[in-house]
């Protein structure tokens, strides 16, 4: 691991972020909005955009000790929704940016709600269009809320994972609209296999038909040491679109390519998109010492961030090697429990960890982007290009050079000779990888 490399940059973004309102348990973040559930019961809004917070208390008229179990907010900071455990057993909220209020989902009483999966294609600040919940018991369901309505239009039972009863632990959700319907693809995760749903129509017409077929799964049981580690399913999007996926299962990061251009029908009917699978084994993280699952993850376009005790391994997920060692400035008081967990905001592109207290922010130091526009202007200047060149390949080398070096002979294609040496790079970096 290069030391001298530094990829990401930590910031403390918000001390005592939970506002005496017990300590934080969960976080969800998008469009520069973050919220925070806390261990008495209470939502935390904070909109760094519009430079406001408020709270929200969900324990009122709970007897007993209340504690948020998970939250969720849409990729549009516009959405949530959060699931509260206490003596008298789960319920479940939604909430609105606009409104003051929360709205308690009766129908969804006594479930405990682990996964969302958002419709990050049709979403609106007014509407959710349709949601898909996952539950502890192994249990889909969906939803729909028109802001307007101040209530939720439907909760309907979708599916049951009846086969091997097991917790949905992640849920992610692609749609595309075409010529003959939406078409949708669901994967799923619980702690020992990984689901895949597809077909067209509506999410009720795509899971009854998996009534009359067998479900696709990809099965990894490994060790599960504690119900504290989590079976987190990623997806990383670009442009709205989900580009690939990463798992963190009991046997190691389970990840590859989405590819919705593709068709690749599977023996059963289904419609196959995943491509370039690997599996990263969790002992490549522990550099001789015994092997140790991450207890939480976040996914860039080319590294996976991992959190290890109190520290945050980012690891390059081309050549699997770790790059960089993220530490945080915790209190005193924090620092027995360590970093909790991690969470990232896809809209803004931003990462974040957090301990019971704060949050952490962390952000790519140098965008790829900027190499490109340095390296156009660059080349211009032949005798400092070489050097330039140099430079970018050397601090590069955690990125995605192949597509860095093609893009740079997209900008130089007419320079011959600068082509020609950025070749003999690309030839050398084969050689060495």
């Given at each position: 691991m290069d030391q001298m490399r530094q990829v990401f940059s930590v910031d403390v973004l918000e001390r005592y972020a939970a506002k005496g309102r017990g300590v934080i348990t969960c976080m969800s973040a998008g469009n520069d909005v973050i919220v925070l559930g806390t261990s008495k019961g209470w939502l935390i809004r904070h909109d760094f955009g519009a430079g406001e917070s408020y709270d929200i208390d969900l324990s009122v008229g709970r007897p007993g000790e209340q504690s948020i179990h998970r939250v969720f907010v849409d990729p549009g900071g516009s959405h949530c929704i959060a699931?509260?455990?206490g003596s008298g057993g789960a319920e479940t909220f939604y909430t609105h940016a606009k409104w003051s209020k929360p709205r308690i989902l009766s129908k969804l009483k006594g479930l405990t709600l682990n996964a969302v999966a958002w419709n990050r294609q049709q979403i609106t600040e007014a509407s959710t269009k349709e949601i898909i919940l996952g539950t502890d018991n192994g249990q889909f369901h969906e939803m729909a809320v028109d802001e307007k309505d101040k209530r939720e239009k439907y909760i309907k039972f979708l599916f049951e994972l009846t086969e091997l009863p097991e917790a949905i632990m992640g849920l992610q959700m692609e749609t595309a609209s075409l010529s003959n319907g939406t078409r949708y693809y669901v994967m799923a995760v619980t702690p020992t296999r990984l689901y895949s749903f597809t077909g067209f129509g509506s999410l009720d017409t795509v899971f009854a038909s998996y009534l009359e077929r067998a479900v696709h799964f990809m099965?990894?049981?490994?060790?599960?040491?504690?119900?504290?580690?989590?079976?987190?399913?990623?997806?990383f999007i670009k442009q709205r679109r989900a580009v690939h996926f990463a798992w963190l299962s009991g046997a190691g990061i389970y990840h590859g390519g989405l590819n919705f251009g593709a068709q690749h029908s599977s023996p059963n009917g289904d419609e196959n998109f995943v491509e370039n699978k690997a599996l990263l084994n969790y002992s490549k993280l522990s550099e001789g010492t015994e092997a140790v699952k991450p207890s939480s993850m976040a996914v860039?376009?080319?590294h996976f961030l991992l959190l290890l005790g109190n520290k945050v391994k980012v690891v390059n997920r081309i050549n699997e090697q770790i790059i960089e060692e993220l530490q945080f400035d915790q209190t005193s008081e924090s620092m027995p429990?360590?970093?909790i967990g991690l969470c990232s905001d896809a809209t803004?592109?931003?990462?974040y960890a957090y301990d019971q207290n704060s949050i952490f922010q962390a952000e790519a130091a140098f965008a790829a982007?900027?190499?490109?526009?340095?390296?156009?202007?660059?080349?211009k200047v032949k005798p400092l290009?070489?050097?330039?060149?140099?430079?970018?390949?050397s601090y590069y080398v955690s990125f995605n050079i192949p597509v860095f070096l093609l893009s740079l002979l997209d900008f130089l294609w007419d320079e011959v000779d600068i082509a020609e040496i950025t070749l003999k790079h690309f030839g050398i970096w084969l050689y060495m990888s």
């Open positions: 699931t509260i455990l099965e990894l049981p490994g060790e599960i040491p504690n119900r504290q580690v989590l079976f987190e399913l990623h997806f860039s376009e080319f429990k360590g970093i803004a592109g931003i990462f982007k900027d190499f490109l526009r340095a390296a156009s202007f660059y080349a290009f070489h050097t330039l060149l140099c430079q970018c390949i």
